[in-house]
């Protein structure tokens, strides 16, 4: 390894990831760049997966690494991943998705010495990588991707390259089933404030699918109230920084609005009432995507002035009262 070619760390956490992991990693080692590190941490899976990481491991003994974590959790797999990388710059990648050929090459040769990080963007297919994805996700070429930025659209975790050093003292949350890595993006700007650049270009392939073990396949009622404990640990964290603007106030606020509609659609109205409750009315006229006359606008006035009355009715008629007389966050796999 030389200072022109740094060594580069993918580390993917596996769960049960028989159906896919083999895509997974052959999508890293068919990388153009070298040298790279693939850090394998399983996570107390049970079917065929760390057989299957054995055989790629005598394959490739110089570059698989396989890992252990006992700690149930995505999070914890990756921060025992990060623990043991010995790579100059970190790349994650679940386990169900897919690194583009040039990916790793692509990034690293954007990251200029004034950033910590560099983002591409993301193609989404249903089930399979054929044919045209479902949707993309690309944004402009932007050299300091700004904590507003993140609150608005925050990258896929299959989408950054991070300098090792920058993410010295951040941790993934593995308190949290949803949204880690909204709040790692986060912590990582506001608390260690790194700077992060995006580029136009897709790198990574996610996979939509209906495995039990991908996490948008929750219980949405309970991930819209992990989505919440997310946003409340992002506003403390904002609390206590330097981020003063009014732009990042507006899009916390943008955040919350989104969030409270969105609860309405996983039918968790005490959700989407607690979090109509901290929205700043103040901010509302200042945001770019939000309409008072919108189904978001109707929902949310609904939600602050008789969101409990709605919430109230509703449980009665549905008998789940005691989730709101119970303000512990409810329990959820965290995978």
């Keep these: 390894m030389s200072l022109e070619n740094p060594l580069v760390s993918i580390v993917i956490?596996?769960?049960n990831s028989e159906a896919f992991i083999a895509e997974a990693i052959n999508s890293c080692i068919n990388e153009t760049y070298r040298p790279i590190e693939i850090i394998c941490v399983d996570n107390n899976s049970e079917d065929r997966s760390v057989s299957l990481l054995e055989q790629y491991q005598k394959l490739y003994p110089g570059?698989?690494?396989?890992?252990q974590e006992a700690e149930a959790g995505a999070p914890a797999a990756r921060n025992r991943g990060m623990a043991v990388a010995r790579g100059e710059f970190i790349h994650f990648l679940d386990s169900d998705d897919a690194l583009l050929p040039n990916a790793v090459e692509t990034l690293l040769s954007?990251?200029?010495p004034e950033v910590d990080a560099v983002s591409g963007g993301e193609a989404y297919y249903k089930d399979?990588?054929?044919g045209l994805p479902a949707y993309e996700r690309k944004r402009i070429n932007n050299i300091d991707y700004h904590i507003a930025d993140i609150l608005n659209d925050h990258p896929n975790t299959g989408a950054l390259?991070?300098?090792n050093s920058a993410i010295k003292y951040v941790k993934w949350d593995n308190s949290l089933g949803a949204g880690q890595d909204l709040v790692f993006w986060s912590e990582l700007v506001i608390a260690n404030h790194a700077r992060i650049k995006y580029i136009p270009e897709i790198v990574c392939n996610i996979r939509i699918h209906q495995s039990p073990h991908r996490i948008s396949n929750k219980n949405k009622k309970l991930r819209a109230e992990i989505h919440y404990q997310a946003i409340i640990k992002i506003e403390e964290l904002l609390k206590s920084s330097t981020f003063k603007?009014?732009?990042?106030?507006?899009?916390l606020n943008d955040r919350k609005l989104k969030h409270a509609f969105n609860a309405i659609h996983a039918r968790n109205f005490k959700v989407s009432y607690l979090t109509s409750k901290g929205v700043?009315?103040?901010?509302i006229k200042r945001s770019s995507n939000f309409k008072w006359l919108s189904r978001e606008g109707v929902f949310y006035f609904t939600n602050l002035y008789i969101g409990f009355l709605f919430y109230f009715l509703h449980s009665k008629v549905l008998k789940t009262l005691d989730l709101f007389q119970n303000n512990k966050t409810p329990v959820i796999s965290r995978r």
């Excluded at 570059?63 to 890992?67: L, Q, T």
């Excluded at 700043?280 to 901010?283: A, C, G, M, S, T």
């Design 13 to 15: 956490p596996v769960f």
């Design 161 to 163: 390259l991070i300098r």
């Design 63 to 67: 570059i698989i690494k396989i890992h």
């Design 245 to 251: 603007s009014q732009i990042v106030e507006i899009a």
């Design 128 to 130: 399979h990588f054929k």
């Design 280 to 283: 700043n009315k103040e901010l």
């Design 110 to 112: 954007e990251m200029i």
